[in-house]
Each structure stands twice: as structure tokens, then as C-alpha cells.
């Protein structure tokens, strides 16, 4: 397995890696092809992540947020979990995504009601941004949000809400004018009068997360429940997506590695029977390739969380980040999937874990802006640095 040691500024930071590697290895792992398989949300798993504090990683410290290096401890809880179960890592990607709009948006009485609520009574969180006619698109969505007197009156449709079945608290982006700066975010809980849960998605991959619709109708919030200020949506998304891309490049490094492993050990076990296994040049170049892959792409990622502790986010970079692990994530599984070919194995039946970790890196190319948008992202923000 490959070391990240190097990358990981402090000795805490690496004694929280190791131990969430044990829980991933021993409790979550094993599940993950059930998971998989049966499709369903798993709430053992779920109950195990909030135990070791992993729902809460962004929070602040005296809600149960790991405090110093929050972005890096994300992405190392991510990574050390999507090496197993890359459905069990999505929950910590959500959690920390839906949650920023309230943590840096709430007011303070909004904060001091709701963080406790999901910290203690472990309600998970889900972020309604995507709408049918509004993804990469973020400034086209539909969903509006009237102002009432104390109130505002939300009506729309979102898609696509990861956890959007099994959260207790909603951030919903809403238009409150039109134009640019018009969208503003929203707390909404999940007893709301009006909001109810849509059809749940079948998926390629990563299948043991929740996906959803989620339908507002008429939903009456107080007007305290708007996060930031009104106008001020697109940008705290902006920000949210800082933090949240080298995540999900945590992830597809996760999930490369998870790969490699299972090649790895498939390769030393079958050794001690037939030894010029390992010599062969198409999987040493493989091997090689996917390792190198791996190494860059955990330079970029960590540079980008550390970059977001500091404060100095580098928006160019998390993307740079994103979309650089999740392709090599694609490219290392697919690449494996031929190596097992070689190693006359059948890495394309169900019951290998290659299979699944195929599957499930795609959607790291996809969640949190496609790779064209993160390289859209990337040129548009080189052409602005050259004009200086
Ligand atoms: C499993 C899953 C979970 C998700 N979870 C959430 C969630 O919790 N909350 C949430 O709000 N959203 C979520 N999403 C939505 C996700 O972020 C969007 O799917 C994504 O942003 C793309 O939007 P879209 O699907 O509407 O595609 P579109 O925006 O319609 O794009 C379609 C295709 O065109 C390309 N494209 C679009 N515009 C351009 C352009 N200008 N230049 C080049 N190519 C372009 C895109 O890359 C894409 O390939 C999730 C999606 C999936 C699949």
C-alpha cells in the first residue's frame, strides 16, 4: 500500500489515519460487496462513521469537528475509507458539503441549534443544488424561494441529492431574485410541511449511497433559516467546492489503491505457485503506471486540502485535483481489470471487487462539477492569473 505519510503534516493526523484504516479494513470492508450488491443504505456503517467522529469532520471543534486540518483530515478519512467502500465514503463527502452552507452561513442561533441536533442526534445531511433542467448549470436552477414575513415559501424539484432519503436537515439553494447573485441557500428540515422524497436512483456505481428526488411544495421556513445572505448562494457553493473536489479526489485515490491492493495481493498469493507472475511486463507496466498515477495525484490533492486549511483556497488547484485522480482512478481500475484478463482470472464477474471499484470510480468523474467543467474551471482561471 502506498505511504502518504510524507503528505500528512502532523503525528495526530496520522494516528486518526491509521485507526480509521482499521475500521475501514475490519467493519466496513467486508460489507462493501453486499452493499453493493443489495443496493441499500447501510446504516451499521453509518452508525460506525459517526462513532469515530467522521460525520463531523468540518464542524467546528465544539461540535465534534476534528478542529486544525479539518480538509486534510476529510480527505484522509475519505481516502482510508473509499480503499474499501466507496459507497461508505460518500456519506462523509455529503456530510461535510451539505453542512458547509450552515456552517458558514448560519447565523450563530441557527448553528448553535442545528449543528448539536446533527452531531448528537446523528442526522445526516444532504445538499439540494441539482435540479432536472439545472446541474452544471448552477445559476439556471428553477427552485424559488418568496419572501413572506418572517418567512420564505420554497417550491421546486431537485435530483440527484445524495442522502436525500435518509437525511434530517436539507441545504437547498433557492432563487430569491433573478440574475447572477440571485440564489440564496436555505436551511429546511425534513418534517417540513411540503417537502416530501421522490423516486430513489439506481445506480452504476457507489450504490450503497442514497440518491434522490426531493420535491418542495409550498415549504414555509423562517427567515432565519436563510444561510448567508440573501444573493450570496452561487458564491457560498463556490467556496463549498474548494473543500469538497480534493475530496472527491480523496476518494478516487481510495479507490485506485483499494485496487491495486486487490491485484497486488491476487499477485503475491497466486506467486507462490507460479513465480513469473509478477515479471510480467504488461502488469509491472501496469503496476508502475498506476502507481505513479497514485503519487501525483495525492500531491495535488493534498496540496489542496492543506491550501484550505490555510485559508488560501486555490480553486484552480481543486479542480486540478478532482479531475486528475478521478481520470486516474478510471484509468488504473480499467487497466487492472486487463491485468486480471492476463492473470487468466475473471476481474469482470460480480463477485470480484475490481469489478465494483470499476464501477464506482466513474461517478468521481462526474459529482461536484463534471471533468469538462473542472477544465473549464482550469483554462478559465489560467487566462484570468495571465491577465494578471
Ligand atoms: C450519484 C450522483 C450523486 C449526486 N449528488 C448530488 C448532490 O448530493 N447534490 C447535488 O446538488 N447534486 C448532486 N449530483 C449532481 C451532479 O453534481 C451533477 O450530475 C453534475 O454537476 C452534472 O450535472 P448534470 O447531470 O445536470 O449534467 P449537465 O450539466 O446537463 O451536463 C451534461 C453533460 O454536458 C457536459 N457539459 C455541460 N456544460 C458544459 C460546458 N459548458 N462545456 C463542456 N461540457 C459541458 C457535462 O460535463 C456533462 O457531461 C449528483 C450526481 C450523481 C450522478
Not at 191 to 194: A, H, K, L, Y
Not at 223 to 232: M, V, Y
Given at each position: 500500500m502506498f505511504d502518504p505519510t510524507s503528505l500528512i503534516p502532523t503525528e495526530a493526523l496520522r494516528a486518526f489515519r491509521d485507526r480509521i484504516h482499521r475500521v475501514a479494513r475490519e467493519k466496513i470492508g467486508p460489507q462493501a460487496s453486499r452493499v453493493d450488491e443489495k443496493e441499500f443504505f447501510n446504516r451499521e456503517a453509518e452508525s460506525l462513521l459517526w462513532d469515530h467522529g467522521l460525520l463531523t469532520l468540518t464542524f467546528p471543534k465544539k461540535y465534534g469537528g476534528y478542529g486544525k486540518g479539518r480538509a486534510v483530515a476529510l480527505c484522509i478519512g475519505v481516502e482510508e475509507i473509499a480503499k474499501y467502500c466507496a459507497s461508505s465514503s460518500l456519506l462523509l463527502i455529503i456530510q461535510a458539503v451539505g453542512s458547509f452552507p450552515i456552517i458558514h452561513g448560519g447565523a450563530k442561533r441557527i448553528k448553535q441549534t442545528y449543528l448539536p441536533q446533527m452531531s448528537q442526534g446523528r442526522k445526516p445531511v444532504a445538499y439540494l443544488v441539482t435540479e432536472p433542467t439545472a446541474g452544471s448549470d448552477v445559476a439556471s436552477i428553477q427552485t424559488t424561494a418568496v419572501r413572506d414575513g418572517n418567512h420564505y415559501i420554497l417550491n421546486g424539484s431537485k435530483c440527484f441529492a445524495t442522502s436525500g432519503g435518509v437525511a434530517g436537515i436539507y441545504s437547498v439553494l433557492a432563487k430569491t431574485s433573478e440574475g447572477k447573485n440571485g440564489s440564496s441557500f436555505f436551511l429546511v428540515e425534513r418534517?417540513?410541511?411540503?417537502l416530501s422524497i421522490g423516486r430513489t436512483e439506481r445506480k452504476l456505481g457507489q450504490r450503497g449511497s442514497n440518491t434522490t428526488e426531493v420535491f418542495l411544495e409550498n415549504v414555509k421556513v423562517p427567515?432565519?433559516?436563510?444561510?448567508?445572505?440573501?444573493?450570496?448562494g452561487f458564491l457560498i457553493a463556490m467556496k463549498d467546492f474548494d473543500m469538497s473536489r480534493p475530496a472527491i479526489a480523496a476518494q478516487a485515490l481510495g479507490i485506485a489503491e483499494g485496487a491495486v491492493a486487490t491485484i497486488v495481493q491476487f499477485i503475491r498469493e497466486k506467486n507462490t505457485v507460479e513465480t513469473s507472475m509478477a515479471d510480467h511486463p504488461v502488469i509491472q507496466a501496469v503496476l508502475a503506471d498506476s502507481a505513479v498515477l497514485i503519487e501525483a495525484g495525492r500531491g495535488l490533492t493534498y496540496r489542496a486540502a492543506l491550501l484550505n486549511d490555510e485559508g488560501k483556497d486555490d480553486t484552480k488547484l481543486a479542480s486540478m485535483a478532482k479531475c486528475f485522480a478521478s481520470d486516474a482512478a478510471m484509468k488504473i481500475t480499467t487497466d487492472l481489470l486487463d491485468v486480471f484478463q492476463i492473470l487468466n482470472e475473471y476481474g469482470f464477474l460480480k463477485d470480484s471487487q475490481l469489478e465494483r471499484m470499476f464501477r464506482d470510480a466513474k461517478l468521481t468523474q462526474i459529482f461536484e462539477g463534471t471533468n469538462q467543467i473542472q477544465r473549464l474551471v482550469i483554462a478559465r482561471q489560467m487566462l484570468k492569473e495571465s491577465m494578471g
Open positions: 418534517e417540513s410541511e411540503g427567515a432565519e433559516n436563510l444561510l448567508g445572505r440573501e444573493g450570496e
